[in-house]
């Protein structure tokens, strides 16, 4: 008896729960995998942004993670694209809109290689060979409120598109397809997000014509509403874009289900924020490609044979934490510094030597993705069996020759280089 009257008393308090919940969103992160570097804006991306979103996701008790489309890249880079695809992969959004530069690439590749990959576009409006791209996606909080999410896009983003990339799509009207899909919504749901890949100025009038959406986060014009602007009852923000930003806002529902707090708390992703490692992975696969190109160009010598260990020497300290004190005195631990201060970090051949494993993809590739390999390390000098770490056996370190030390003392770069006397300098 008592167990029952229990069990009806948490019954009914779980029915009648607030529910807070927190709407992290993204728009137009045009395959950017990492922070530019530009010094007159240093904000994003993908590599700072990822890590928010999942330090946020485990520190909320319920979250949905949205994004309002151009994930992908404008220009069409297969190879980009695939690694993009895998970025999304590991940011696991909970809903998606269809963007115009997801077919950037074509329409094959979006269906072909997108589209099987990714199920949770919620696009009513666009067709493809004649096939719905997406539906409404209602969540239930843990108190009972609901939460629908739909996505609309907007024909005329395509406007600048050739023939050929957009052969196959069809886009209806989306003022009659809200008409069409809203009337069930509204009876589903308590709360209605739409994905709006139309333009800030189409949200307006979408926030005009139906007052039944709450909240339209907006794409493709790439401005920056990170506090929202409010067009009848209807909220409306964006998230400018390459992913500066991490839209955040936190909503709180009253126990009849109603809107209690509206708090917009956005992200601004700065060069200072800590890297998804996961996506650090991806950023250097593709940065080096691009790297190796310049390299070959300018007939850079790579120094460190595929055979050898190219490592940080945070690495080495675990088991050399006297050769690592010492080595953190030493010059060879500020090299790149020295680039700093004379404003040479661009220029390859000197980069070469002021850090460790350029021109290998496991070495130096920027300050943002491996600054660990921002200077002269263990390996760089010391040549070290590529089985060094994972093998029990002892494996050979080559000692330190003349020969070492001129790949980059020369005559040219430190024509009094003397190698008994500067070894002596370093030694440890």
């Given at each position: 008896m008592y167990g029952r009257i229990l069990f009806s008393i948490l019954l009914l308090n779980n029915l009648f729960a607030q529910d807070k919940v927190t709407i992290l969103f993204t728009n137009n992160v045009n395959g950017e995998l990492e922070n530019c570097l530009c010094e007159d804006r240093p904000l994003g991306s993908l590599e700072k942004l990822v890590f928010q979103i999942q330090k946020i996701r485990e520190s909320t008790d319920q979250a949905i993670v949205i994004d309002a489309g151009d994930f992908f890249t404008p220009f069409g880079e297969v190879e980009k694209n695939l690694l993009i695809l895998e970025a999304l992969d590991i940011i696991k959004y909970d809903a998606l809109a269809v963007g115009d530069q997801e077919f950037a690439a074509g329409v094959?590749?979006?269906?072909?290689?997108?589209?099987?990959?990714?199920?949770?576009?919620?696009?009513?409006?666009l067709e493809l060979s004649g096939k719905s791209i997406g539906k409404p996606k209602i969540f239930k909080l843990k108190g009972g409120t609901r939460i629908a999410?739909?996505?609309?896009?907007?024909?005329?983003?395509?406007?600048?598109?050739?023939?050929?990339?957009?052969?196959?799509?069809?886009?209806?009207?989306?003022?009659?397809?809200?008409?069409?899909?809203?009337?069930?919504?509204?009876?589903?749901?308590?709360?209605?997000?739409?994905?709006?890949?139309?333009g800030i100025e189409e949200d307006r009038l979408l926030?005009?014509?139906?007052?039944?959406?709450?909240?339209?986060?907006?794409?493709?014009?790439?401005v920056k509403i990170l506090h929202p602007e409010k067009v009848n009852q209807t909220y409306i923000v964006q998230t400018d874009g390459n992913g500066h930003y991490l839209g955040r806002i936190e909503?709180?529902?009253?126990?009849?289900?109603?809107?209690?707090?509206?708090?917009?708390?956005?992200?601004?992703?700065?060069?200072?924020?800590?890297?998804?490692?996961?996506?650090?992975?991806?950023?250097?696969?593709?940065?080096?490609?691009?790297?190796?190109?310049?390299?070959?160009?300018?007939?850079?010598?790579?120094?460190?044979?595929e055979n050898y260990l190219v490592e940080s020497s945070q690495t080495c300290a675990s088991c050399h934490s006297k050769e690592y004190t010492s080595w953190q005195k030493s010059v060879h631990a500020k090299s790149f510094k020295t680039l700093q201060n004379e404003n040479k970090t661009r220029l390859l051949k000197c980069v070469n030597c002021h850090v460790s494993g350029f021109g290998r993809e496991d070495g130096y590739i920027n300050t943002n993705l491996t600054p660990e390999m921002a200077s002269v390390n263990c390996t760089e000098c010391h040549l070290t069996s590529a089985v060094h770490l994972s093998s029990?056996?002892?494996?050979?370190?080559?000692?330190?020759?003349?020969?070492?030390?001129?790949?980059?003392?020369?005559?040219?770069?430190?024509?009094?280089?003397?190698?008994e006397m500067d070894k002596a300098l370093i030694k440890h």
């Open positions: 094959r590749f979006f269906r072909n290689v997108i589209y099987p990959k990714v199920k949770q576009y919620q696009t009513i409006n999410v739909l996505g609309l896009i907007n024909e005329q983003v395509f406007k600048y598109y050739t023939p050929d990339k957009v052969r196959g799509i069809k886009v209806t009207d989306p003022v009659q397809a809200l008409k069409t899909a809203l009337p069930d919504i509204v009876n589903k749901a308590d709360f209605i997000i739409l994905l709006s890949h139309s926030a005009e014509k139906f007052k039944d959406i709450d909240l339209i986060i907006g794409a493709h014009s790439q909503l709180k529902f009253s126990k009849a289900k109603t809107i209690e707090t509206f708090e917009s708390l956005p992200v601004t992703i700065e060069i200072d924020l800590p890297n998804a490692p996961q996506i650090v992975k991806l950023a250097v696969k593709d940065n080096f490609k691009n790297l190796l190109v310049f390299i070959n160009s300018q007939n850079i010598k790579i120094r460190i044979p029990s056996k002892k494996t050979d370190v080559q000692k330190i020759k003349p020969e070492t030390c001129i790949k980059c003392h020369d005559n040219e770069n430190d024509p009094k280089f003397d190698f």
